[in-house]
């Protein structure tokens, strides 16, 4: 009997989104670092992939006067510093196997709107015979959420490890996590 194949989603752990950086989430530099040991240590996954934010022009998504929910001040703007992966993650990169960029020309969430250059996320996990995925990284409330609700929707078992995440909204996590669970996401705590 085959084993079923189990893939971990790092959902946009850049310096953007960072104490720092120009879109910060309290507490992504420690997810950073927790999220590099955890995998430094861990030998569960057959596939470990990065999403990042790689703004060149999205257009609305951006603006000078941002409302936070549906714009935002310009962030993740491909070619920076700021969009590459969080310098934690360069501890692990060898055990990176694929890297998605998303929003390249128009706002995107879910790392499911992304693609290496050549294949999307769904096309990815879908070669590599995926079954079940975890996802951790930034923002449990914005990117982290849509990235598990697509994998769900798209018919992959999805646990998000909420541990591995940080909140832009802290207030709201029993809101998004109970969100998640009616797609039929178990959120690990």
Same mark, same amino acid.
């Given at each position: 009997m085959n084993k079923l194949k189990k893939a971990l989603v790092i959902v946009d752990v850049q310096p953007t989104f960072c104490e720092g950086g120009s879109l910060p989430v309290d507490g992504g530099? /420690?997810?950073a670092k927790q999220i590099a040991t955890f995998v430094s240590d861990d030998e569960t996954y057959d596939c470990i992939i990065t999403t990042q934010d790689w703004h060149i022009d999205p257009g609305m998504h @951006? $603006? #000078?006067e941002p409302n936070y929910q549906d714009t935002w001040p310009p962030h993740g703007? +491909? !070619?920076? #510093? =700021? +969009? #590459?992966l969080?310098? =934690? %993650? %360069?501890?692990?990169i060898e055990k990176i196997n694929y890297s998605v960029k998303k929003g390249m020309h128009k706002a995107a969430y879910s790392g499911f709107e992304g $693609? #290496? !250059?050549e294949e999307s996320l769904k096309q990815i996990l879908t070669k590599e015979s995926i079954a079940s995925i975890d996802i951790v990284g930034l923002a449990f409330d914005h990117c982290v959420k849509a990235t598990a609700i697509d994998s769900a929707q798209a018919? @992959? /078992?999805t646990r998000v490890l909420s541990k591995f995440t940080a909140a832009v909204s802290p207030a709201n996590t029993n809101v998004v996590s109970d969100e998640m669970r009616s797609h039929g996401i178990e959120v690990i705590k």
């Open positions: 530099n /420690k997810v @951006f $603006s #000078d703007v +491909a !070619g920076t #510093d =700021e +969009a #590459d969080h310098p =934690e %993650l %360069l501890n692990i $693609s #290496d !250059g018919g @992959f /078992k």
